[in-house]
């Protein structure tokens, strides 16, 4: 597997590897703290400067590739997703760090971009995809499912988020021989999508 930077597209959304110069148009959407209810790290207000930076740490390293989204209906910024824990020895890599401005909820943004990211990890050989999420995170676990990725399991008191507490972590993943069915469902909801550019 060779996962390396690019920028990824398709007819919905536009994913752009994340550098400093966008971090000004990034912190007003980070600013609700509801998106950062169920994380292990807060990105919010005082706390976004730190969250950023180490998002673009960890993406020094090689193991986490970070990108900013911009939804192509309204050609606005809409939110932040990456490729994490990237293993090319065991082909494999995770997607998380994902959230949405308030106005991409329950749109086309979130199925467009998994058909993105997901599209570009099996390209470049990945056999495995994983995603994971708190276990009270109830409408990512749905979003998850409905995506077509498979439940695995719930770690228990897996790790501590910001606030202290150790969550159960949900986990779920995609399979090199899954992807073709995961991939048709995801273009069937997004054919039927708005805003589809010809």
Known sequence: MNLTPAILENDWVRLEPMTEKHREQLRPLASDPDLWAWTTIRGDGEY???????????????????????????????????YLVISPRNQRAEIGWTWYAATAHGTEVNPA????????????????????????????????LKMGARYEGTLRRQMRTWRGD????????VLSDEWPEVRAGLEARLSAAPGKRS
């Open 113 to 144: 971009c998994k058909l993105a990211l997901l599209t570009r990890l099996f390209e470049c050989g990945a056999e495995r995809a994983e995603l994971k999420t708190h276990g009270l995170n109830k409408r990512s676990q749905a979003a998850m």
């Open 166 to 173: 150790l969550r159960d972590t949900v986990w779920f993943s």
């Open 48 to 82: 976004f400067d730190a969250w950023f930076d180490l998002m673009l740490e960890t993406q020094a390293t090689g193991s986490q590739i970070s990108h900013v989204i911009f939804r192509k209906t309204t050609g606005e910024m809409v939110g932040h997703s990456a």
